[in-house]
């Protein structure tokens, strides 16, 4: 392995790494808003609402997240919607994580106990109060867990922007290749970055479940 | 009882789950300050006419009324939010598994409910929950949440709760029956503190111990019907009914078994 080729190209690997940080923010921010109202659509008492959030979640988990981003980068033109590719990146994987966080709030949500509902609601309270002071405080302990499963999911996901050039980590590393004819240290630098990401994200997500978990 | 006003009153109560009938035909009214318990086996009906009461478990045909107000209307969905809310208010419910809120404290358990409808400041909210809790023994559990209470504790936190919103009426649907055996009796000191102090109360249970030294009537269900009601000492002793008599033999039986 040629260290000293590794020592020389990080920088450029650093700065390219907080593109991918920069694209997970975003993307895991647009899911989450998503997710909560395709979630809130489909635990509505209108059936309307539960068919649109219902097909939400099965096209975007039905057709490869690739697929989509190409439709909207490529395809897009075509329709009028003109984006850059790191805006097509974060609109397109954002989509298309907010499905997965769709059945992971909704689960959260359903699993709370029914009693739950039934005592708040026999002391009078509104179904949205009884949402909003009851249920939804113990879902989001239940969701933290199951949401930075998709989390993870999501960062290495975003690899997937190097597909339509966004100069991200995967790109970054493809593009050295070219120059240096060294896919192994250009890979294997570019692992080992994702790994740290994933990590300090990791053990973000296992602080906040512990500081809210309940005695 | 002095005074036989209609306090609930329960009017041709039907409830049926497509072909399933279970609760035919059901009339029954309670008086102001009245202790009513209504026995029978499983699936007779009983908590299901009970959660009926506050319409949780909406009748498919039928009349529930609250000092003549109907509890169960049919109305446009956000006219009967707006109205079952506030009959809802006026009826405490305390059931089988405490349905405490896990991720409140005892003191926000009680003081949630009356913060957010009747605006109490926290101060008011305070003094409400300090009170209630002592009246079920308690107070020195305030600040603890329910997974770190026994399950009696559990249940007299909701019951602290349940009062806590001043209801007229409350309802207990098998209130002891999740409990270790001894832990049922804190509770049923508690619930007969209430009957003391004259709150109406309706009580399904399956203690008949319970029971029969503390309601003024004893409502025998069985398969959706009222098979025999009376004081608890015409039910108990001198049952009319055939279904009655069977019930009673098994369920004293069994009692008389588990309590050795």
Redesign the interface.
């Given at each position: 392995m040629d260290i000293d080729l590794i020592l020389r190209v990080y920088p450029h690997f650093l700065k390219a790494a907080l593109v991918t940080v920069e694209l997970s923010v975003l993307t895991v921010l647009l899911g989450l808003v998503c997710g909560a109202a395709a979630a809130a659509a489909r635990l509505s008492?209108f059936a309307i609402l539960r068919f649109i959030g219902a097909a939400y979640v099965s096209l975007m988990r039905g057709i490869p997240a690739l697929i989509f981003l190409f439709l909207l980068y490529f395809g897009g033109p075509q329709i009028g919607i003109q984006l850059t590719a790191f805006q097509a990146g974060v609109i397109g994987l954002g989509i298309n994580i907010g499905a997965y966080m769709t059945e992971t709030m909704r689960g959260a949500i359903i699993s709370v106990?029914h009693?739950?509902a039934?005592?708040?609601?026999?002391?009078?309270?509104?179904?949205f109060?009884s949402f909003r002071?009851?249920i939804l405080?113990?879902a989001m302990?239940l969701m933290i867990r199951p949401l930075g499963v998709n989390i993870n999911a999501q960062i290495k996901g975003t690899a997937l922007v190097a597909a339509i050039s966004v100069v991200e980590l995967t790109y970054t590393a493809q593009r050295y290749i070219g120059s240096t004819y060294k896919p192994f240290e250009m890979f294997f630098l570019a692992g080992i970055l994702y790994l740290i990401i994933i990590t300090v994200t990791g053990k973000m997500i296992s602080f906040l479940d512990r500081r809210v978990r309940?005695? | 009882m002095t005074e036989k006003t209609p306090f609930v009153d329960i009017r041709h109560a039907q409830k049926a789950y497509g072909d399933l009938e279970v609760l035919k035909d059901i009339n029954l009214t309670v008086s102001k300050g009245e202790i009513v318990a209504i026995i029978g086996p499983s699936g007779s009906g009983k908590s299901t006419l009970l959660r009926a009461i506050n319409d949780l478990d909406p009748l498919s045909s039928g009349e529930v009324l609250l000092e003549g107000v109907q509890v169960n209307k049919t109305l446009p969905h956000r006219q009967y939010e707006k109205h079952i809310n506030e009959m809802r208010q006026h009826i405490g419910m305390v059931f089988q598994h405490f349905n405490l809120f896990p991720h409140l404290t005892v003191r926000e358990n009680v003081t949630m409910a009356p913060k957010l409808l009747k605006g109490l400041s926290n101060a008011e909210a305070d003094q409400l929950a300090e009170e209630q809790l002592a009246h079920v023994g308690m107070s020195e559990r305030i600040d603890y949440y329910p997974s770190q209470l026994s399950g009696g504790q559990k249940q007299r936190v909701a019951i602290a709760r349940a009062l806590a919103m001043k209801p007229k009426l409350m309802l207990f649907d098998e209130a002891t029956s999740a409990l270790d055996p001894e832990l049922v009796e804190e509770v049923n000191l508690v619930m007969k503190k209430l009957a003391e102090e004259h709150m109406t109360m309706i009580i399904v249970t399956h203690e008949m111990d319970f029971a029969a030294s503390v309601c003024d009537r004893v409502i025998f269900m069985d398969g959706g019907v009222v098979v025999e009601e009376g004081p608890p000492s015409v039910v108990f002793q001198n049952p009319t009914q055939e279904r009655t008599k069977n019930f009673l033999r098994k369920h004293l039986a069994q009692y008389a078994e588990s309590s050795k």
């Open positions: 008492r106990d009693g739950q039934e005592a708040a609601r026999t002391l009078g309270l509104s179904q109060q002071k009851v405080p113990q302990r309940l005695p | -």
